[in-house]
């Protein structure tokens, strides 16, 4: 069974019809996923630019990854698409909730698909990807009002598979790419219904 997943708005938000105009922060029983900041740019840089974090990535993600990598892209992608279609996130123990270990973003839009993460590898095994995912994807169908998300990863990234699995995730086609590591060649698109997200979370008791 997965952390159980709450979601909690840590401020008022204003829905127009069923889009968000910026990212509300979202707690679980351990972590706080907040709105990125320009001062994680050091700690988003040490968790990210890992090859292990960075090789199941699409190839225009560059490798070695650039030093002061991270706040160039906090400065000119994250923070200015904030709530623009774009919904990012730094995920954050409540124990420590200052310091980014990983990120989370959701797309109004595939493209190609409508989510993607990263977690840095000392804060793998401890299922808080799981429960990060599961704060993002109710948000996307709650409170934005999805009916149906895309994902990926690539093929022989289990882990991230995995993850999809319990979510109630359904395969629905294999395809060529380019990603960083050249030992991958493909990648799996998942579809994940409103209803079936439902389902699952029922089944599970959450």
Partial sequence: MTQPCTVRLAFETHVFGTSMDHTPNLESERLVLRPPVMADGPSYQRHFADYEVIRHLY??????????????????????????????????????PDIMIGGIELKRVASPTNRGFWLGRSYWGRGYMTEAVNLVTQFGFESLGFERMIFDNAVGNDRSARIKVRQGCRKIRTEKAQLVDPSYSEIEIWELTKDDWLANQKEQGI
């Fill in 59 to 96: 190839a225009r993600v560059p490798w070695p990854y650039p030093e002061g990598g991270a706040t160039e892209w906090l400065k000119n992608e994250i923070i200015p698409k904030q709530g623009q279609g774009v919904w990012s996130w730094a995920i954050c123990e409540k124990i420590a």
